[in-house]
């Protein structure tokens, strides 16, 4: 709670440690808003990132480490009546819900003349389709296209974009043969210079969608947080206007940094209050970080389930590992570390115990777009056929680090816009045309080019 018996003295400095100790300490709930005439209501636009129903449109991305063993990866069959080989098995179900896409390119992920650092490219052009500067200091890429949507689309939800990971640790400073952590460590960006830090323990995740407490105890406490911040803003800000008079010229243009601080606050409350009743799932709050693997896995994927069901956010990313990952899984009976194992030199063994790592992956995605598919919307389809969802890697032979004909599955039907139950060859194009039809689906001010694009991709 704000003291008001701070020193007067130090006004700057201490309320300036105090707001970002209110903007940290927010953890307002999801709010409901999956009948879109609500959101007509409040005077937003009702044709973004909503299917021709009127059920929210919803994407996501998601990316598995070390690319794949490709012979066990690539269907067999034409485009129709393909089948489906040993590491997609698991998808078999949901065939008609989903398209194998070859032919999609990073070009940019190669090394060229930067050399080797294939694993921070693979996952810092996935989103991107910028050629990454190689520097573990001066970072720079280019925003992502989970950003480009959620800078059109993320005023209709109480969360622009949600940033999911199962890394357990970050590092900092340089990750990959001179190129920084950053590159490694996210898939979001903001801008060329700022990542969207993903988070990785699902209870966090959980309450900054549901707020802290109980069931049953959610909706009240979010009540009582937002009374309290509303009415220590309203207190700071007339206290800062006060202090202005009394301030030199630098510290006024810190206390100008300052007030615009605590306005997007009070935005953020605004936006909050503007989706009306929260949101209060009859489960318990996740505990934390599982030790298994596994379990993380399957757990972010329910918070990502959860926020699309409550409408919360309709832009996600996920990092299932990032690229490099060497964890071994005893899951398996397999000791050795991943990475280790994809440089796998043609041998058997190795190859072997890649692919059923690959396919354990594919068994946990497959989970999650089952639920999703198991989930009604509002317009009575499933949330899985209202969404489009790249589950993919930046490296496609990870024995040889190549970046074209990625592995790339499109699973959804995107309200209907997609046409999904296929295996295509697209030939060769880059993943970011695949971006830009995806962000036309989505709505918004078209986007005229996204990272090294050649046009839009056709047949999707």
């Known amino acids: 709670m704000y003291d008001r018996n701070l020193q007067m003295d130090t006004p700057s400095l201490s309320r300036r440690r105090f707001l970002k100790g209110v903007g940290a300490c927010i953890a307002l709930p999801a709010f ?4 879109p005439k609500s ?4 005077g937003l636009p009702g044709n973004l990132a909503t299917t ?18 490709q012979p066990n990866w690539w269907p067999n069959g034409g485009e129709k009546d393909f089948a489906f080989n040993k590491t997609l098995q698991p998808l078999d179900s949901l065939r008609e819900q989903l398209q194998v896409m070859r032919g999609l390119d990073h070009v940019n992920a190669f090394g060229g003349p930067d050399g080797a650092g294939d694993h921070a490219r693979g996952n810092g052009v996935f989103l991107t389709g910028v050629r990454l500067k190689k520097s573990s200091t001066d970072v720079r890429a280019g925003v992502s296209i989970d950003q480009e949507i959620a800078n059109r689309v993320g005023h209709l939800t109480r969360f622009p974009s949600l940033e999911l990971t199962c890394d357990r640790n970050r590092r900092s400073g340089s990750c990959d043969s001179g190129y920084a952590c950053a590159y490694q460590y996210n898939l979001s960006w903001k801008s060329p210079t700022t990542p969207m830090t993903p988070e990785a323990n699902p209870r966090k995740v959980f309450e900054r969608l549901f707020g802290e ?25 007339q206290d800062a206007k006060r202090m202005q008079r009394r301030l030199g010229r630098n510290d006024q243009d810190k206390l100008d940094q300052y007030i615009t601080g605590v306005r997007e606050v009070e935005k953020r409350i605004q936006k909050t209050e503007l989706f009306g009743t929260t949101i209060d799932p009859d489960m318990p709050t996740p505990d934390g970080v ?12 329910d918070m990502m389930v959860l926020a699309f ?5 309709r832009v996600a990313t996920m990092i299932a590992a990032h690229d490099g990952d060497n964890q071994p899984h005893p899951e398996l009976e397999i000791f050795e570390g991943h990475h280790h194992l994809s440089h796998h030199q043609n041998k058997p063994d190795w190859i072997e115990k890649v692919a059923r790592i690959d396919h354990w992956y594919v068994e946990r995605f497959a989970k999650f777009l089952q639920k999703l598919d198991e989930t009604k919307d509002v317009d009575g389809n499933s949330i899985l056929h209202n969404s489009m969802i790249v589950y993919g890697s930046g490296n496609a032979d990870g024995n040889r680090h190549t970046h074209d004909n990625l592995p790339i599955l499109l699973a959804g039907q995107g309200g209907g816009t997609l046409a999904s139950g296929r295996y295509v060859n697209h030939g060769s194009h880059p993943v970011s045309n695949l971006f830009l039809s995806m962000a036309d689906i989505m709505g918004g001010e078209r986007l005229e080019r ?11």
Do not use: C, W
């Open 213 to 237: 407490g109980d069931h049953g105890e959610r909706s009240e406490n979010a009540k009582r947080r937002m009374a309290e911040h509303r009415s220590i803003l309203d207190f700071v800000t």
């Open 290 to 301: 599982p030790l298994s693997h596994g379990e993380h896995l399957e757990l972010m994927y």
């Open 309 to 313: 069901q409550t409408d919360s956010t």
């Open 450 to 460: 996204f990272g090294d694009s050649t046009g839009r991709l056709g047949n999707v």
């Open 52 to 69: 021709a129903s009127g059920a929210p449109l919803r994407t996501a991305f998601v990316y598995f480490p070390n690319g794949a063993i």
């Open 39 to 42: 959101l007509y209501a409040a």
């Open 32 to 35: 409901e808003s999956l009948v």
